[in-house]
């Protein structure tokens, strides 16, 4: 069972709400915050999950992975300056981080990443039970 959480009142109102989705909204919340973020995607398969993210752009030196218990870092430094007048910029520049919940507990000694074509692809094996 999920446990309830219950969101403080709003006028005469309450709110409860699985812990879950309030975990999701966090964590989408955090992740977006200065538009510093980039998109992830989270596969559970039977004896591990596999968590993508779309890096375009990124040279694979300036990529960190790490995992603490059930959370899985991804941070990014993009170097290189203007040698130029710069008129205008859209791309981002500078340090970006995404901090993932993963689904269930994972043995931390046994992570993979493997970095083509501006997608990482990190492998994470679900921890026995």
């Known amino acids: 069972m999920i446990p309830k959480y219950v969101v403080p009142s709003v006028g ?11 975990d ?4 989408r919340f955090t ?5 510093r973020s980039f998109p992830v995607d989270i596969e559970a398969r039977p004896k591990e999950f596999v968590v993508t993210a779309e890096l375009p752009g990124v040279k694979k030196q300036d990529i960190d992975v790490t995992v603490h218990k059930n959370r899985l870092r991804i941070a990014t430094g993009t170097g290189g300056g203007v040698e130029g007048t710069l008129l205008q910029r859209e791309r981002s520049r500078g340090q970006r ?4 919940r993963l689904p269930g507990p994972v043995d931390q000694r046994h992570v993979s990443a493997s ?8 492998t994470l094996k679900k921890r026995g039970r």
């Open 24 to 27: 999701r909204i966090q964590d």
């Open 97 to 100: 981080e995404r901090i993932v």
């Open 12 to 22: 005469d109102c309450s709110v409860s709400t699985d812990q879950n989705v309030v």
């Open 115 to 122: 970095y083509n074509d501006g997608v990482l692809w990190v």
């Open 31 to 35: 992740a977006r915050s200065e538009d």
